[in-house]
């Protein structure tokens, strides 16, 4: 008790009184409240101190507040703000008055909860594979908060389960922002790009190719997966050699003998092979080239004419047939045909067989 008090005193009937201040004495305890406080990261709260007597009496004292640098800081006028890393911090507040100290413990907890992250952020998983995603959360000051997200698919590209199993779909493809997770009224996305299987089949264009001898043909290969996406690959190319040579981009170089060539030509590409055929023609010359079957010489020595021997059909004087034309003729016994010449399209006595007429004749002349 402190303050001041009237002291009454009688002495043989006459009563005194005697006026007394009472004064608390000095600091016996010290208490802190609250003793234990629960706060969020970075939050802050207040602290107050009592300090008192033996006799229990409130004490007017200075008093000094100190925090566990762990636990975060503290003012003079016991407000504490709160670390962001969440943990126990027994007796980390602490006041002290006139030699006497009381503590306080500080739990600080994770916050609400305040950003959701999936991982991975992007994925690449081949057609009809399967890809694990995580859903993490962290409160206001990036401590790690427990959730429980739903999963679902935003954008295409497969399917998800519950506990975010992705299964992509047949088809290849980019899915941006597709796999969504929800918790506590925020997403996060993750994207998704499905790529093509292991190649399954090889095809070549074109499947018949036809090239002239010494000529050249272009051909191009398509690899594809199991479900038909096309797959980027490169393709070891091979020929048939006695149809030609290929380089390995496809170009082909033709032989120089005519002829059929079925699976000519090879492209490869992760062990599966794809063909395709080539046929050769004949190099173009005109109408091609013969001879007669007979001589242009007559079996006689008759003669007409004083001109070529080349002529548009054929005429016959004597004994039998002789090639006559525009100029001189040959006549005799023998027979005699025209002979045709390649490329012209008409009968033509052969030069060769001219010239050895007229040498003839000169000599039976001379004779």
């Not at 030699?99 to 057609?127: D, E, F, K, R």
């Not at 395709?276 to 010359?285: D, E, F, K, P």
């Not at 010489?297 to 090639?323: H, I, K, P, Q």
């Amino acid at each position: 008790m402190t303050g001041d008090v009237t002291i009454p005193a009688t002495v043989d009937g006459v009563v005194g009184r005697a006026s007394v201040v009472l004064q608390a004495g000095g600091v016996a305890t010290l208490e802190v409240n609250p003793m234990m406080v629960t706060i969020a990261p970075g939050g802050v709260v207040t602290f107050t101190a009592t300090a008192r007597d033996s006799g229990g009496n409130v004490v007017a004292a200075p008093i000094t507040w100190n925090a566990a640098v762990a636990v975060g800081t503290i003012t003079q006028g016991g407000v504490l703000t709160a670390t962001t890393t969440p943990g126990s911090y027994p007796a980390s507040v602490s006041a002290t008055s006139n030699g006497v100290t009381a503590t306080a413990s500080v739990t600080v907890m994770n916050g609400a909860l305040s950003q959701l992250i999936v991982t991975p952020p992007a994925a690449s998983v081949q057609a009809g594979g399967t890809v694990a995603f995580m859903a993490s959360g962290r409160d206001a000051s990036g401590n790690p908060v427990s959730v429980t997200p739903t999963w679902s698919v935003a954008s295409g590209g497969g399917t998800i389960s519950s506990s975010g199993v992705f299964s992509a779909g047949t088809t290849s493809g980019t899915f941006a922002n597709t796999v969504k997770a929800e918790a506590n009224g925020l997403s996060a996305f993750s994207s998704v790009t499905v790529t093509p299987g292991p190649v399954l089949a090889v095809s070549v264009t074109p499947m018949t190719g036809t090239v002239q001898a010494g000529g050249s043909l272009q051909f191009t290969a398509e690899a594809r997966d199991a479900f038909n996406n096309v797959v980027p690959t490169a393709f070891s190319w091979t020929a048939n050699q006695a149809a030609g040579s290929i380089n390995q981009g496809g170009f082909f170089t033709a032989g120089n003998d005519p002829g059929s060539f079925p699976n000519g030509i090879t492209a490869e590409a992760a062990g599966v092979q794809g063909f395709a055929n080539v046929t050769i023609t004949s190099s173009g010359t005109g109408g091609g080239s013969g001879t007669g079957g007979g001589s242009a010489m007559g079996g006689g020595d008759g003669m007409t004419g004083g001109g070529s021997a080349t002529g548009g059909g054929s005429g016959s004087t004597g004994g039998g047939a002789g090639a006559t034309g525009g100029g001189e003729g040959m006549t005799g016994g023998g027979g005699g045909s025209d002979v045709p010449m390649s490329g012209c399209g008409c009968n033509t006595v052969d030069p060769s067989f001219l010239a050895l007429g007229l040498l003839m004749l000169v000599r039976r002349r001379r004779s």
